[in-house]
C-alpha cells in the first residue's frame, strides 16, 4: 500500500523537482515525462519489497547516481503491461526501425523509441493497423522529403508517424521492411 504522505500534492511537487534534476544530469538526453514515470515506477518497486518510504531520498539517489553514470535503463526500461509476443514483435519493429534512420540519417532518438512506453504505442498502432501498415508508414516518413521532421526536431515518440500511418492506411498498400520500400513485404502477424 502507498504511503499516504506519497499521495499528496507537495509530494508530486518533490517528484517534479527530481525529475527535472534527472534531467539535467542526463544533459537532457531525458524527459521530464519520462523521469517521472521512471520516479513513480521506483516508488512503487520499493512500497512493493517493503521500503518504508519516508523520504523520496530513498529512491532518488539511486536514481541520481544512474543517470550521472549515464544509465537511463530506470526510466526507459520499465515492466511492460503487454504480452510478451506483443512486445516482441512491437520491439523488433522499432528496433528496425531505429536501425534504419540511422542509416537514413533521419532524426530520432533511439533511447526513446525503444522505451518501454514508446514499445507499447507502437504495439497499439501495429494492433490498430497491422504490421504491414505501420511499415509502410514509417517508410514514407523516410522516403518523402516534406513527412521528415523539420531541421531541429527529433523525433521521440511513435505518435510522430500517425499522419503517415494513416495515410499508409488509407491507400492500404503492403508494408516492406522499414528503409527498403521496394524490398519483401513485412506481413501482419
Known sequence: MTPPHLKTPAAYVQALEIAHELRQRSSNRLLVPDAMVGIAYALTAAVAR????????????PLVRKTTVGDLTWAFGIPTTLSSEAYHEAFGLAFEAAT???????P??????????????????I??????????????????PLARPKEGTVVVRWGWFDQC????????????????????????H
Do not use: C, W
Open 165 to 188: 500511418i494513416k495515410n499508409a492506411h488509407r491507400v492500404g498498400g503492403a508494408g516492406a521492411r522499414i528503409g527498403h520500400p521496394q524490398g519483401p513485404a513485412g506481413g501482419d
Open 108 to 125: 530520432a532518438t533511439s533511447d526513446y523509441l525503444l522505451s518501454t512506453l514508446e514499445v507499447e504505442s507502437l504495439s497499439a498502432k
Open 50 to 61: 517493503g521500503k518504508v518510504v519516508r523520504s523520496m531520498a530513498v529512491v532518488a539517489l
Open 127 to 144: 494492433g490498430r493497423y497491422g504490421r504491414a501498415t505501420v511499415v509502410q508508414g514509417i517508410n514514407a516518413a523516410l522516403s518523402d
Open 100 to 106: 534504419a534512420f540511422k542509416r537514413h540519417d533521419f
